[in-house]
């Protein structure tokens, strides 16, 4: 079944860049698209791009516009996301989740990664 | 930005009982609306697509409703594992994709 793995709890200071990884399994790596979200403690869902597991093109929230950076490598089958400059309202848990459809963004969200705690702390 | 607005923000409901989630859009989404449940501890689960079609695997006493700005996620005969924290989220006009608030279902 399609899951979507996710790298472990990153605990980094205020400034500090932290790289989160996403590993499909259960489907084609190159055909669905993939999106970045995150949620803060007991708040809602933020979502912050996509990007395309094919050609690697990029959207992204204007609200993160100028700090994050998604991309993948396709020869490990690994998406990720990086988010520079943090800062303390940047702990949230970041979730990666796949859109539905083959080749086509639909912008619903069929299948989640278990979540990555980042906190950021001096 | 399309804002998308979720009432109540906390409902009690009986084991049982129907309960019904409101979402409003600031403008209108067609039918392009999605739902999602999540439990504490957990990444959130599709429920609905297409503002009523249920996702795979999803009971049939989800259902989804409404067009426009203004939709409805129907819980018939809530069972213990429906508590939980639900979302609505828009894909009509994006970037960027937005959420609901959300709804907390819990116990009366």
């Known amino acids: 079944q399609v899951q979507l793995a996710q790298s472990g709890a990153e605990v980094k200071k205020p400034g500090a860049s932290v790289k989160v990884s996403c590993k499909p399994s259960?489907?084609?790596?190159?055909?669905?698209?993939i999106h970045w979200l995150r949620q803060a403690p007991g708040q809602g869902l933020e979502w912050m791009g996509i990007?395309?597991?094919?050609?690697?093109?990029?959207t992204y929230a204007q609200k993160f516009q100028d700090r994050v950076t998604v991309t993948k490598d396709t020869s490990t089958g690994t998406v990720y996301m990086e988010l520079s400059g943090l800062r303390s309202e940047d702990t949230a848990i970041y979730y990666c989740?796949?859109?539905?459809?083959?080749?086509?963004?639909?912008?619903?969200?069929?299948?989640w990664g278990q979540g990555t705690l980042v906190t950021v702390s001096s | 930005e399309i804002v998308m607005t979720q009432s109540p923000a906390t409902l009690s409901v009986s084991l049982g009982d129907r309960a019904a989630l409101s979402c409003r859009a600031s403008q209108s989404v067609n039918s392009n609306l999605a739902w999602y449940q999540q439990k504490p501890g957990q990444a959130p689960r599709l429920l609905i697509y297409d503002a009523s079609t249920r996702a795979t695997g999803i009971p049939a006493r989800f259902s989804g409703s409404g067009s426009g700005t203004e939709f409805t996620l129907t819980i018939s005969g809530l069972q213990s594992e429906d508590f939980a924290v639900y979302y609505c989220?828009?894909?009509?006009?994006?970037?960027?994709?937005?959420f609901g608030g959300g709804t907390k279902v819990e116990v009366k």
């Open positions: 990007i395309s597991p094919s050609g690697g093109s990029t």
């Open positions: 989740a796949r859109d539905p459809k083959q080749w086509l963004v639909e912008g619903w969200l069929d299948a």
């Open positions: 989220q828009q894909y009509s006009n994006w970037p960027p994709l937005t």
């Open positions: 259960g489907y084609t790596f190159n055909s669905y698209y």
